[in-house]
């Protein structure tokens, strides 16, 4: 139980962390945060719009952020490492959702703020977005308004692989107001996707010369088996003399292949072979048949 706590805690710290960065850097651009440790210590890779203004003048902004961090939330030595988005800025869902939230607060109405950022999502690419604004956006009332295009996906494993989530918050006088915001990657491959590739000529032809081998392989071994057949002969089993092999004549079996259809009890009745001696001789006959095969 208590790794469990140990990974429970560890999680909690993180998500705190996350949140915390979120707030402190919320006019670069935060478009997201991961966490790796390392023999050097802990390394915190944020990425960003704006890189210089977490930087700042000689680095003076990302230093201050580091002692923060160290104090406040006890991680052992961290390392900031600054990304920056650049052009897959617009594909970032949770920068996407801090800039429609600045867009509210600076005065914009919400529908045309809302389709402006799915027009700019899909137009970057995305195979689909949708925007979701919740708060009170015309009244007293709270409602909640959904701005869709694409294709997207809302449940099942296949949305922690191709969905991106954002959210953030837009402080006005009637109230608060949450902004989210969902895009397909542009290179999600979803599980209904099939991808039919048309064989080249020289594909082809390596293919049929394969078939072809296989088949002459096929017949060699087939013809192989025959000759072993015919090369047997009733005198090769131990306990089938001469005289007996008169006797089988006589019944009309001439072959190995006569003979195994032939029952224990059969061989017993004929002239010269005992119970004993059947028994052997159809040991011998399974073996033998089974080599062949």
């Known amino acids: 139980m208590a790794t469990e706590k140990k990974f429970v805690r560890e999680n909690v710290r993180r998500l705190m962390v996350k949140e915390y960065l979120r707030e402190r850097i919320a006019g670069a651009g935060f478009g997201g945060m991961d ?21 700042g003048r000689g680095g003076s ?6 002692e923060e961090i160290r104090e406040k939330f006890k991680i052992d030595n ?7 988005a650049g052009n897959k800025a ?3 869902a949770q920068i996407m959702a801090e800039k429609l939230a600045e867009a509210l607060e600076r ?11 799915v027009r700019r999502i899909m137009e970057a690419g995305a195979k689909g977005c949708q925007v979701i604004i919740s708060g009170k956006l015309t009244g007293e009332r709270h409602r909640t308004e959904k701005f869709t295009q694409g294709h997207v996906k809302y449940c ?17 006088k009637p109230g608060v107001i949450g902004v989210k915001v969902r895009i397909m990657k542009p290179d999600a491959k979803l599980p209904d996707e099939i991808s039919i590739v048309v064989p080249s000529e020289e594909a082809k032809e390596e293919v049929e010369e394969k078939e072809e081998a296989k088949e002459e392989t096929a017949e060699e071994k087939g013809e192989k088996k025959e000759e072993k057949k015919e090369e047997m002969k009733i005198t090769d089993l131990k306990g089938i003399g001469e005289s007996i ?8 079996i001439k072959s190995i292949e006569d003979l195994k259809d032939m029952s224990v009890e059969d061989l017993e009745k004929i002239k010269g072979i ?3 001696t059947a028994k052997e001789i159809k040991e011998q006959l399974k073996k033998i048949l089974k080599e062949v095969e």
């Open 61 to 66: 902004n990302i230093a201050k952020l580091t």
């Open 90 to 92: 617009t594909l970032n």
């Open 78 to 84: 961290p390392q900031i490492e600054i990304l920056e």
């Open 245 to 252: 092999v008169k006797e089988l004549e006589k019944m009309g």
């Open 274 to 276: 005992g119970k004993k």
């Open 107 to 117: 005065g914009w109405h919400f529908r045309r703020a809302a389709h402006s950022t």
């Open 156 to 172: 099942g494993d296949i949305v922690n692989e191709v969905m991106d989530e954002g959210f953030a918050v837009a402080k006005l």
């Open 35 to 55: 966490i790796q440790r390392t023999p050097m210590g802990t390394r915190i890779s944020i990425l960003v719009e704006r890189p210089g203004l977490v930087i």
